[in-house]
């Protein structure tokens, strides 16, 4: 009685679940071209839209939909270019979005466009080449964290300038502290192929380490997507995770070639 009671509240609970989930986005909002993967998701400061990165057919563009649903649209307008956009962040009112972008010239470039205009205003196009890097406005706005070839650097929101924090290090992943006044940020750490979690001063670019060793770095060509910090809460993120597996097969009579089926017909 007691396990049957148990499973019934099982079912109970997983059925109330069910009703408070709900896919934002699925392949059969684009019916236009097959939807490879969906990532670097980003929601609105008012968490009324959702920002993300869609590929397909060789594209990576980033997309918005509405969290209540509703027809995804592109941040950009449509170009013959094929993009390679990532990354987006959005601005403290909700009315910017920054992206990194790569539109064929070589260089991989930090970009914000006002939501629903058709142009985007460069920011910089010293993006660390083959290195996967969040953009991260500032709690303030005034600023856009982001990893450039000289290092972790906050770019002036306005266009004003580039301020390098941390020289050549490049980060996992980073995040701002609520004030504003520091960058908690995933490093490598001196295990090798391990990793720890680090502090930066904005203003001193003092760089302290607050746990040396957080564990193994999953194999994965972007190991960590997104990092959050919760006041009273702690870190949020998300690893990936990788299986392999060897098996060997055995106690099995392979198939006979065309020769041995025609001579099995004569036993």
């Not at 057919?57 to 990532?86: C, M, R």
């Not at 002036?156 to 940020?185: H, K, M, N, Q, Y």
Request: proline share 7%.
């Amino acid at each position: 009685l007691v396990a049957e009671l148990m499973q019934q509240l099982a079912a109970g609970f997983a059925r109330e679940r069910r009703q408070f989930e709900r896919p934002i986005v699925t392949p059969d909002d684009f019916s236009n071209s097959p939807t490879e993967a969906l990532g670097s998701l980003a929601f609105s400061p008012d968490a009324k839209t959702l920002a993300y990165q869609r590929s397909s057919d060789g594209a990576f563009e980033v997309w918005l939909s509405p969290v209540t649903g509703g027809k995804p649209i592109k941040l950009t307008p449509p170009s013959n270019v094929v993009h390679y956009q990532d990354a987006p962040s959005w601005s403290p009112d909700g009315q910017w979005i920054a992206f990194t972008t790569n539109e064929g010239t070589g260089n991989n470039l930090l970009k914000k466009i006002r939501v629903g205009a058709r142009e985007a205003v460069a920011l910089t196009d010293t993006i660390a080449g083959n290195t996967y890097t969040q953009t991260q406005w500032s709690p303030d706005g005034r600023f856009i964290a982001c990893q450039l070839r000289a290092g972790l650097s906050l770019v002036a929101a306005d266009g004003g300038g580039i301020t390098l924090l941390v020289p050549d290090e490049g980060f996992l992943a980073f995040t701002w502290s609520p004030d504003g006044g520091r960058i908690f940020a995933l490093a490598d750490s001196e295990v090798v192929g391990h990793f720890a979690l680090v502090e930066i001063d904005v203003i001193s670019k003092e760089r302290r380490e607050l746990n040396a060793d957080l564990g193994s770095i999953p194999v994965a060509n972007q190991p960590i997507r997104g990092f959050s910090f919760q006041p009273g809460l702690g870190f949020l993120t998300s690893f990936a995770s990788a299986r392999s597996d060897v098996w060997l097969l055995g106690g099995f009579q392979p198939p006979l070639t065309w020769i041995g089926r025609m001579l099995g017909r004569f036993r």
